[in-house]
C-alpha cells in the first residue's frame, strides 16, 4: 500500500525588504489561538463544527538572490526541498527576481514560484520570453492581498505535492515495468498477451536451452484462426471467465506443432480491464514418460 507523503509546506521568501519577510510571516504564519474560546462554545453550545483554520507555513527568508540560490542547495542537499519561493523583482544591488528564479530553477527544477513587482516595467511578456510558456511561476503585484498570497501559497503547495506524488508514481510505474520484463526473460515457458475478443497481441516463445518445437502466434491474428477449433474455445471459454472476475486458470491444451501434437500446460491470468497473460509449458515429454511408467513394455 502507497504511503500518503507528508505535505510539504516550505516555502522560501527572497526580498530585500525586511519589511516584506514580516508581512509574509504576518499571512502565511497566524499566530492565533482561538482553543480557549473553542472550549468555551463547546461547554456554552455543546458539540459544534469547529471553524476552518488558516494554514501555516515553514517559512525561510532569504534578502538576495545569492543567499536563496545557496538556501535552496542546502535545502536539497538535506532532502527537504521548498515547494515554493515568493521571490521579490527588485532586490539591489544584486540579481533581479527574473535571474534569481533562473539560477534556482537549474538547481530545482520542480520549485513552484510566485515572482513579486511593484513596478509596470517587468510585464508578464518579458517574464515569459525569458522562461517560455511555463505553468511554474505566477506574477503578484504589489501592495498585495492577504488573501491572495494565502489563496496561492495554498494552491502551489499543493501543486507541488501532487507533482512531486505523480513523480514518485511513474518511477516505481517505470521499476516494476523494468522488474516485470527482467522476469519474463528468465521464465522457461512460452507467454501470449491477448485481448478480450482473442487477438493475439504479444507472443514471446520459449527461453529453453533446447526448447521444444516452437508455437506460433502472429501479432493481430485470432486465435480461432491461429489454434483448432476445440483448443480456440477452450482457450476463449477460460478468457471468459477470467475476464469475468474469476481466478487464475490452469488448464491443459493439445496443439499441432510443426506436424506432431505436444500437450502443453497453460495458465491464464486477466489483465485488467480486456486482456490477459497465458503461460504455456511444454509438457510433452513428462506426459509421455508418465505414461510410459504406467504403461511399461512387457
Keep these: 500500500m502507497m504511503m500518503t507523503p507528508t505535505p510539504n509546506r516550505r516555502i522560501l521568501i527572497v526580498d530585500d525588504n525586511e519589511d516584506i519577510h514580516d508581512d509574509f510571516r504576518r499571512i502565511l504564519q497566524p499566530r492565533v489561538d482561538t ?11 455543546g458539540e459544534t463544527s469547529a471553524a476552518p483554520r488558516p494554514p501555516t507555513f515553514e517559512l525561510t527568508s532569504a534578502h538576495q538572490g545569492a543567499e536563496a540560490l545557496e538556501k535552496i542547495r542546502e535545502a536539497l542537499k538535506a532532502g527537504t526541498p521548498y515547494a515554493l519561493a515568493f521571490i521579490d523583482m ?3 544591488p544584486g540579481w533581479d527576481g527574473v535571474e534569481t528564479l533562473s539560477r534556482i530553477w537549474q538547481e530545482d527544477h520542480r520549485l513552484q514560484a510566485v515572482i513579486c513587482s511593484a513596478y509596470s516595467d517587468f510585464s508578464w511578456e518579458s517574464i515569459c520570453s525569458r522562461f517560455g510558456q511555463t505553468d511554474r511561476f505566477l506574477i503578484l503585484k504589489k ?3 492577504a488573501v491572495e498570497v ?18 514518485h508514481a511513474a518511477q516505481a510505474l517505470h521499476g516494476n515495468e523494468a522488474r516485470l520484463r527482467a522476469l519474463l526473460q528468465v521464465l522457461p515457458d512460452a507467454l501470449l498477451r491477448v485481448a478480450a475478443d482473442g487477438t493475439c497481441l504479444e507472443f514471446l516463445p520459449s527461453r529453453e536451452a533446447t526448447p521444444a518445437p516452437r508455437l506460433a502466434f502472429p501479432p493481430g491474428a485470432k486465435l480461432a484462426d491461429t489454434l483448432p477449433a476445440d483448443a480456440a474455445r477452450e482457450l476463449l471459454a477460460h478468457l471468459s471467465q477470467a475476464l469475468g472476475g474469476g481466478p487464475a486458470r490452469v488448464f491443459e491444451l493439445e496443439l499441432p506443432v ?16 480486456a486482456e490477459a497473460f497465458v503461460l504455456l509449458r511444454d509438457v510433452t515429454a513428462h506426459r509421455r514418460a508418465g505414461a510410459a511408467a504406467r504403461n511399461p513394455r512387457p
Design 150 to 167: 494565502r489563496q496561492m501559497a495554498c494552491a502551489l503547495v499543493e501543486k507541488w505535492s501532487h507533482h512531486t506524488a505523480s513523480q
Design 258 to 273: 510443426e506436424g506432431e501434437v505436444r500437450c502443453f500446460e497453460a495458465r491464464l491470468a486477466a489483465i485488467p480491464p
Design 90 to 92: 527588485r532586490m539591489p
Design 35 to 45: 482553543s480557549e474560546l473553542d472550549d468555551l462554545e463547546v461547554m456554552l453550545l
Design 143 to 145: 501592495p498585495f492581498d
